[in-house]
Each structure stands twice: as C-alpha cells, then as structure tokens.
C-alpha cells in the first residue's frame, strides 16, 4: 500500500479531535511502505501526544492488530487499513457518541466505497444497532475502516482470535455474545478502497471462513 499509506495518515493527523495516539505496524511489507511512512514521522510526532512507528517481519494481521492492542492507552480504539481514508469529524463525533451511551460497546457508520475506476458509492443502513443474531446471520451492516470499539471489551475477550479468516466478523460476533450491541450511525465516516486484494471479495475465501 506505498501508494496509499501517506494519505491514510494524513486523514489521522487532519482529524478534529487531538488527544490520538497513532500506532502504525508494517507487517513485513514488500514495497516502498515503510520509507512512505518515514516521510510522516515527523509530521506525526508534532501532531500526536503519543506516536509509535514499528516494522518487522510479516506475523499475519490478526497477530499485529493484537501487538498494536497491547499498546494502547486510550480508552477507545478504531483500526483502520493502511489504503483506508478516515472522515476528518471521525474519531470527534464517535467519541461523545461512546461518551454518552456509555452502555455501547462500540460504535460504527456508513462508509464511501472507492472503485479502482475512479467510481465512488457511499453505503448507509438503516439500523441503529446490531446484535449478535444479527451479526451472526449476517443481516449486519458494520465496516472496519468506521469502527470505534471500548478497549475493556476488548480486553475481555481476549483480542482477535488468531485461527479465524475473517478476523473483524469473528471480533464483532465475541464482542455480542453476552446480549451487548454494536451501534450503527448513518453518517459516513471512512473511505474503504475496493481493489484486487481485498479479502471480502475472494468469495471462497470468505465462505470458507464463516464456515
């Protein structure tokens, strides 16, 4: 993602809400990623009261995002995908969401969708929350890039299952299953790119895993 990362980043550092930590891992990447990455240090180290850059070499996602979930400090954790694009009102708007339904595990939104023909679709449910029957049966509508989870909750169950294909269904289905829900706003807050790598469209793959 050497093509995508920087602009990944930047969409973190021009976020109106500025008490971020920024934790970037670079799994073992092949291309010119981490050279990018440099490029932003010095920009992330002015911007964040707390900014830590690590590359080493490739463990697979599920091990990484838990490395990074060691790490943090915050109350609050939204991952995002090094070729993903956050909302500047993003992190703002989801945090006094979580601050005054304090009884939500976590919070998502609508997400634009980025075609590699330069075509662009935003997707907006109409549910203001799922559960775990609903995660489960797949009549849920909840995007990674626009997540904002509690780290208790987390913590609770242990990360990421490090054994499961589809990593982020298998966390939001462990997150429910104790009758908590997963809140939906109808608002966009992440740019997911679409292209040739992308799990969700490796239907095989993906059937193989809920499976």
């Given amino acids: 993602h050497e093509k995508y990362v920087k602009e990944t980043i930047e969409s973190i ?25 440099k490029e932003m240090i010095p920009a992330c180290e002015k911007r964040f ?3 830590e850059f ?8 599920c091990k990484t995002l838990n490395e990074a979930l060691k790490w943090c400090n915050g109350q609050y954790v939204s991952f995002i995908a090094s070729d993903d694009i956050m909302r500047t009102y993003k992190i703002e708007e989801q945090v006094e969401y979580l601050e005054k339904y304090t009884e939500t595990i976590g919070v998502f939104g609508a997400v634009e969708v980025l075609y590699k023909n330069g075509y662009k ?9 799922y559960s775990f029957d609903d995660i489960f049966l797949h009549k849920h509508n909840l995007p990674a890039p626009t997540s904002m989870i509690r780290i208790e909750n987390i913590k609770k169950i242990g990360g990421f299952r490090e054994d499961f294909i589809i990593e982020d269904w298998v966390m939001w289905l462990d997150l429910t299953k104790d009758g908590g829900k997963l809140d939906y706003l109808d608002r966009v807050f992440a740019s997911y790119r679409r292209h040739d790598g992308n799990l969700s469209g490796q239907f095989d793959k993906m059937f193989i895993g809920r499976m």
């Fill in 13 to 37: 550092i021009n976020q109106t809400y500025k008490n971020i930590e920024l934790i970037v891992i670079d799994d073992g990447s092949k291309d010119n990623s981490v050279e990018a990455i």
């Fill in 49 to 51: 009261p707390r900014f």
């Fill in 54 to 61: 690590r590359h080493r070499e490739n463990k697979g996602l």
């Fill in 121 to 129: 679709k935003e997707i907006v449910a109409n549910k203001k929350s």
